[in-house]
């Protein structure tokens, strides 16, 4: 994986599991309705009391109370064998599908979800050659392939570029040369200096330019030839066949009995057909096995024991070439392969997420509706600079900054929610948050920020007050303010969280999976109160704004939603002498112990990542 | 992050390090806001030959705004000799342009947010475009052309990954400079 630390975020597409449909089987489903409406609907056994304003929008109805205070402690020990299963498991094989990095998300504005490169659907915009960066028409794509049909050409060795030089190029005496090159010309590839008079027979070009027509004279490989070959043999079929293959059904059904007839046995064709006095249609197989020239491999052998393993070529260059040459002196220039500008679609809804501009050198985009600008996103860093993220001591408390940051227009209250020990692994580490709920400021102008950087920081919901600490850690660790936030900014706030990591078997030769690497799941709940036009709530709602525009009646609605993410904290290193298990007495005894059930409700299963509340 | 007497502060806010070794600064455009740390080589000596009795080209390289050029980096315009006449052509940085440790560039043209890792080499009148991101120990062909949104890597580079649409906000360097 990634290096230390990352923060991936699992799509909601993971928990869409066979299972949500046969719940929802009482509804029929209707292709001309928003498949979202079916796919995220709240299984009829909870408590059906539907907003007024958005059907689709279920309400939430959590299972475990979220309150973090009301939580017993002592008995957190049994609660967790017994919620395990409600966990987000990052270990499951399954949920590695679904985990990415925040900057690889979308959002559906209509599904109010959280959209991934696997529930997106792609939709190309033009094709262009990476190399000369010139548009190729769709229509020439599919006539002429796609690779570039101008002058890049790749090495065929070393996958560079190519450049254009005159034969008699030489950089020792410039003075010589007159002012327009003349031919005959190389492709020379200034990375690994493979020119193409190094092939056997030497390819040397007439003129600078248009080299894609000048090669293709030059080179026939012995595949070129064999599919102008067959193409050649099909036509012809096709051409007697012509007057049979009409468009009426008949033709349709001869031409599926062709097929099948010659799938069973060449036996077969002088039964069935003849008897209804047809002409005999058949369509004969260029159907050639490659054959194994026993005096050509012989030749090659010579040839290798001759050359060396040296001007052999390896696999990669091999297979980049459809004649599979043997030997580096055989290998052609390459066509740069084209890339394409695609523009995204939500897989539910079919609602345009991405649409770059069609011209191919912007990098601008029309519609551009991704995730960093709808979630709050999260940070870790360490709050003890000599922690090592590939080299945790087992048994020893480490502390980690974990920072929310609101992309929103709107203050927000967080809750972050994790199991107490790490699920899915027998070598569970301890976790804590030290203050699980908070509240993150909205993004504002920037200019609001420094006029009320005077002010002091922001009362938190336990309602103390918590200065940005300046001194070191250590004297902080015996502040009884630890379960408060640690900093709080103007759109982003930073906790503290614990983790306990215990002594782990080095397991990474012996199976397939690292037992040491040390990934925290974490549930986030976002509450927080959006402006919503009345106009925009018949056509699904969009992001709430503060622009007021439309001039519409504004209210306020509590808006929740809710996702799991995954912290890579770090791979737990060897066990160091002189720390030793401290199970019973906890460095610090949390005063707000993290829930320890964070639940996989079904505000996660089957809602949409986010809900009104009327 | 360090002692306040290691960056000369101009008024466009470009941090220069005093230790960096800046060669022709006469020839070279800083945009503003960017960072030159410690070791660091800009050749602005190396600029265009023009015949004689015409007015040389001013600029060797520009530089945008908010760029970052860490320890030991060299930047050095590209050369190559044209119709016998061999000479240095201008090289043009975007904004938010990381170059990492001890990488030599040559490039002709880099665009808006690039970030160019560790011990990379960019080759000779290569062209980068924007949002793009080079993995540590990079090594572009002279005279190649890495489009948008990619990701190179190897030797020589070639693209191995599409970046996502968010991109550019990934490869901003606004943070970085308020940090120095």
Redesign the interface.
């Known amino acids: 994986m990634s290096s230390f630390p990352y923060i991936h975020i699992s799509c909601p597409c993971n928990e869409d599991r066979p299972q949500t449909l046969t719940i929802d089987s009482a509804r029929p489903i209707s292709p001309s309705k928003s498949p979202s409406k079916h796919d995220f609907s709240f299984p009829p056994a909870a408590p059906q009391t539907p907003t007024k304003r958005r059907t689709l929008l279920a309400p939430f109805t959590p299972s475990v109370s979220f309150d973090a205070t009301n939580l017993d402690l002592d008995d957190d020990e049994e609660l967790t064998d017994e919620d395990e299963e409600n966990n987000f498991d990052p270990r499951d094989p399954r949920s590695a599908f679904s985990l990415f990095p925040i900057?690889?998300l979308?959002y559906c504005e209509d599904c109010h979800q959280i959209r991934c490169p696997r529930c997106v659907q792609d939709e190309i915009v033009c094709w262009?050659c990476?190399?000369?960066?010139f548009e190729v028409p769709s229509s020439t794509v599919k006539s002429d392939g796609n690779r570039c049909t101008r002058n890049c050409y790749l090495c065929p060795v070393?996958?560079?570029?190519l450049?254009v030089i005159p034969v008699n190029h030489s950089?020792l005496n410039?003075?010589?040369?007159s002012?327009h090159p003349t031919g005959p010309f190389n492709l020379f590839?200034?990375?690994?200096h493979w020119t193409t008079s190094d092939l056997s027979p030497p390819i040397q070009l007439e003129k600078p330019t248009s080299i894609s027509a000048q090669l293709s004279k030059l080179t026939h490989s012995p595949q070129d030839n064999e599919f102008t070959r067959l193409k050649q043999h099909y036509a012809q079929q096709l051409g007697n066949a012509q007057e049979d293959f009409t468009n009426s059904p008949a033709a349709l059904t001869r031409l599926m009995g062709l097929y099948t007839g010659l799938g069973s046995s060449s036996g077969s064709h002088g039964g069935g057909r003849k008897g209804r006095g047809v002409k005999k249609l058949e369509m004969k197989e260029v159907d050639r096995p490659r054959e194994v020239i026993e005096e050509r491999e012989m030749e090659i052998v010579e040839r290798m024991a001759k050359a060396g393993l040296n001007a052999t070529t390896n696999a990669k260059q091999r297979l980049s070439q459809p004649h599979e040459p043997r030997f580096i002196s055989d290998l052609t220039p390459t066509a740069v392969l084209l890339?394409t500008k695609r523009s995204k679609r939500c897989r539910a809804c079919r609602h345009i997420l991405?649409k770059p501009e069609s011209k191919v050198?912007t990098?601008r985009?029309r519609i551009?509706l991704?995730a960093?600008n709808y979630i709050p996103s999260l940070t870790i860093k360490r709050l003890d600079s000599t922690i090592a993220w590939n080299n945790l001591t087992p048994h020893k408390t480490h502390r980690f900054l974990l920072t929310v940051t609101n992309p929103l227009f709107d203050p927000i209250s967080v809750s972050l929610l994790t199991p107490r020990r790490t699920p899915g692994t027998a070598f569970a580490s301890r976790v804590t948050i030290l203050c699980p709920e908070f509240e993150v400021g909205a993004n504002t102008d920037v200019w609001d920020d420094a006029l009320m950087s005077t002010k002091p920081a922001a009362v938190t919901p336990s309602g103390v007050a918590t200065p940005p600490v300046a001194g070191s850690f250590a004297s902080f660790s015996k502040d009884p303010k630890m379960s408060t936030v640690y900093e709080q900014k103007r759109n982003y706030t930073s906790v503290v969280i614990e983790v306990v990591p215990p002594e782990i078997p080095d397991t990474r030769d012996t199976r397939i999976r690292d037992e040491r690497l040390l990934e925290i799941p974490i549930y986030v709940r976002v509450e927080f109160e959006a402006e919503v036009d009345r106009d925009d709530e018949e056509g699904g709602g969009g992001r709430p704004s503060h622009s007021g525009a439309s001039g519409g009646a504004v209210q306020r609605e509590k808006v929740e939603y809710s996702y799991w993410c995954v912290v890579g904290v770090g791979r737990v290193g060897d066990p160091v002498e002189g720390v030793v298990a401290s199970e019973p007495n906890t460095p610090v005894r949390t005063p707000v112990g993290t829930p320890v059930k964070a639940p996989r409700t079904p505000a996660a299963m089957r809602t949409p990542l986010r809900q009104v509340r009327s | 992050m360090s002692q306040k007497s290691e960056y000369i502060q101009t008024e466009t806010g470009n941090k220069v390090s005093r230790k960096s070794l800046i060669i022709g600064s006469q020839n070279i455009i800083l945009g503003g806001k960017t960072i030159i740390q410690a070791d660091c080589c800009i050749r602005g000596d190396l600029r265009r030959l023009v015949p004689q009795g015409q007015n040389a080209a001013a600029v060797a390289i520009a530089v945008g705004r908010y760029c970052f050029l860490s320890k030991g980096c060299l930047l050095r315009p590209p050369s190559k000799?044209y119709?016998?006449?061999?000479s240095y052509y201008p090289m043009k940085l975007g904004d938010h342009v990381f170059v990492g440790e001890g990488s030599v560039v040559e490039a002709a043209v880099i665009g808006s947010y690039v970030n160019i890792g560790k011990n990379c080499v960019i080759?000779?009148f290569s062209i980068i475009?924007?949002?793009v991101r080079i993995e540590d120990g990079t090594?572009i062909?002279?005279?190649?052309?890495?489009?948008?949104?990619?990701s190179v890597e190897g030797y020589?580079g070639?693209?191995v990954e599409e970046l996502?649409?968010?991109?550019?906000?990934?490869l901003e360097l606004k943070e970085l400079y308020k940090s120095i």
């Open positions: 900057e690889n979308l262009y990476p190399s000369c960066l070393c996958t560079a570029l450049a950089t410039p003075g010589s040369t002012d590839c200034s990375h690994c890339r991405v050198q990098t985009f551009r991704v960093l | 000799t119709r016998g006449q061999f080759g000779k475009k924007d949002c090594v062909a002279p005279n190649s052309v890495i489009p948008s949104f990619s020589p070639i693209v996502p649409e968010t991109a550019a906000e990934m």
